[in-house]
């Protein structure tokens, strides 16, 4: 997924939509909202749904804190991402986001291939060598004794 940057009411974020049609946001600096600031903004879109409403995973701490952000200011954070889905969510990012996951698909089947082969190739051999020595034990056990 390629990270991009939007402007939002709270400042510069990165998106990214996935191949699954879901944005990500993330504000990377410290963003107020109703006189409190927060940091370490991001808006996840899920598969969890609640009833018959899916709503995003929001994850935001009042500044210098680990205190969770109060529900209307999560309410606003998801307002501003509902509207920056409506903007960002375009046909065209979504078929670029379909075409890396299935490259990456493509890439990590490659390698899995790639290491089967070698995996493969070991084995030959180890075989290869068991099969060697089975047959030149098997060649002196049925020799002639050697005179002494």
């Known amino acids: 997924m390629t990270k991009e940057i939007t402007q939002t009411i709270f400042g510069p974020a990165e998106f990214q939509v996935t191949h699954t049609g879901k944005l990500h946001l993330t504000i ?3 963003i107020t909202v109703n006189g409190v600031q927060y940091t370490g903004t991001r808006v996840y879109e899920t598969d969890h749904c609640n009833g ?17 952000a109060s529900p209307s200011a999560r309410q606003k954070v998801i307002h501003e991402w509902q509207r920056q889905r409506k903007l960002l969510l375009t046909q065209a ?3 670029e986001a ?14 899995d291939v790639a290491k089967a082969q070698e995996q493969l190739q070991a084995a ?21 004794a050697a005179a002494f």
């Open 28 to 30: 990377p600096g410290i």
């Open 52 to 68: 018959t409403a899916c709503a995003p995973s929001v994850y935001m701490y009042r500044k210098d804190t680990s205190i969770e």
């Open 93 to 95: 990012r979504l078929d």
């Open 98 to 111: 379909t075409l890396e996951h299935l490259q990456y698909q493509l890439q990590s089947a490659e390698r």
């Open 124 to 144: 030959e051999n180890i075989a290869y060598q068991a099969r060697t020595e089975l047959e030149q034990w098997q060649g002196q056990r049925h020799a002639p």
